[in-house]
């Protein structure tokens, strides 16, 4: 198995998934926050789209 340590590329794979992974965490909550909003207030409308 490949240790971070010892493999550079291995390192900066880690920090890119972990940013992208961040990323979509954020995106993913504002557009369920998003939904959860206009499902509350607007009920009629979003059963219907």
């Not at 920090?15 to 206009?38: C, D, E, H, P, T």
């Amino acid at each position: 198995m490949f240790q971070s340590s010892d493999h550079p590329f291995i390192q900066v794979a880690d920090l890119i998934a972990g940013v992208l992974k961040n990323q979509m965490k954020i995106i993913y909550l504002s557009l369920l926050k998003r939904n959860v909003f206009l499902q509350e207030f607007f009920p009629i409308k979003t059963m219907v789209e």
